[in-house]
C-alpha cells in the first residue's frame, strides 16, 4: 500500500558532518529503489538509485544502503553542505520502467551553519 | 537530462470554478504520465496514471469525474480540477518515465489555491 506521511520528520546536522537519512518500504516484491531530493516549492529531483540485487550504490558525496531483510534504506550524504537542506524521499517501485512510484513521507534536513 | 515542465507553475482561482493544469515532455515521448498531490509537510500521493490514446488509471478514493485527465499527446497530459473548493488546494505535480531510464522525471509542480 503507499506511505501517508502525516508529519515531516527533521533531521538537523552541522555543516560538514555526514547525515544519514532513513527509510523504511512496504512491499517486499519492490525490486529499484529511488531517493530523490524536494527543495521547497519544487518537484522532486533524482539523487540515486539502487536495484535489489545490490546492498550499496555510491555516487558523489552520496551513497544509498538496502537491506532487504528488513525493508529498509538509507542515504547517506557525506560533509553537509548548505544546499543540501531539503526533503529527501525514498520511493519504491516494481518493474522497473513505467510503472508509478511509491514514496515514503519524507525526511526534512535541515543543515545548520 | 529529460526535462518536464508543468504550467502553470502557481494558480489562485475561486471556489467552483475550474482549473486546467499541463504537464509536458519537452525532449521525449511518454505515453504514459503519472499524477501526483501533495499536500503541507506530507508526502506525493498518486492520483492517477495518464494513459496516451485511453482513459486515465485513477487511484482509490480519487474522484475521475473531478480530476478530468486527458492525455492528449504522446508530449502532453492535462489534469483539470472541475468545480475547485478549498480542499483541492495543493500540489499538483506530475512525472513521466522515459525509455531506456529507470528513473520518472518529474514536473516542477503546480501550487494550487482555491479561495
Known amino acids: 500500500g503507499e506511505s501517508v506521511g502525516l508529519h515531516l520528520p527533521t533531521l538537523s546536522v552541522q555543516e560538514g558532518d555526514n547525515s544519514i537519512i532513513n527509510c523504511a518500504y512496504s512491499n517486499s516484491a519492490s525490486d529499484y529503489f529511488i531517493w530523490y531530493k524536494q527543495e521547497s516549492g519544487k518537484g522532486p529531483q533524482f539523487i540515486i538509485d539502487i536495484r535489489s540485487n545490490m546492498d550499496k550504490r555510491q555516487g558523489q558525496r552520496v551513497t544509498v544502503l538496502l537491506n532487504k531483510t528488513v525493508k529498509h534504506l538509507s542515504l547517506q550524504i557525506a560533509a553537509t553542505q548548505p544546499g543540501d537542506s531539503a526533503v529527501y524521499f525514498c520511493?519504491?517501485?516494481?518493474?522497473?520502467?513505467?510503472?508509478?512510484?511509491?514514496f515514503g513521507p519524507g525526511t526534512r534536513l535541515s543543515v545548520l551553519p | 537530462g529529460a526535462v518536464v515542465s508543468q504550467h502553470p507553475s502557481r494558480v489562485i482561482c475561486k471556489s467552483g470554478t475550474s482549473v486546467k493544469i499541463e504537464c509536458r515532455s519537452l525532449?521525449?515521448?511518454?505515453?504514459?504520465m503519472f499524477w501526483y498531490r501533495q499536500f503541507p509537510k506530507q508526502s506525493l500521493m498518486l492520483m492517477a496514471t495518464?494513459?496516451?490514446?485511453?482513459?486515465?488509471?485513477?487511484e482509490q478514493g480519487v474522484e475521475k469525474d473531478k480530476f478530468l485527465i486527458n492525455h492528449a499527446s504522446l508530449t502532453l497530459s492535462t489534469l483539470t480540477v472541475t468545480s475547485a473548493h478549498p480542499e483541492d488546494s495543493s500540489f499538483y505535480i506530475c512525472?513521466?518515465?522515459?525509455?531506456?531510464?529507470?528513473?520518472?522525471?518529474f514536473g516542477p509542480g503546480t501550487r494550487l489555491t482555491v479561495l
Open positions: 512525472s513521466a518515465p522515459r525509455t531506456g531510464y529507470n528513473e520518472q522525471f
Open positions: 520511493a519504491e517501485n516494481i518493474h522497473g520502467y513505467g510503472q508509478n512510484f511509491v
Open positions: 495518464s494513459n496516451e490514446g485511453s482513459k486515465a488509471t485513477y
Open positions: 525532449d521525449f515521448q511518454a505515453t504514459t
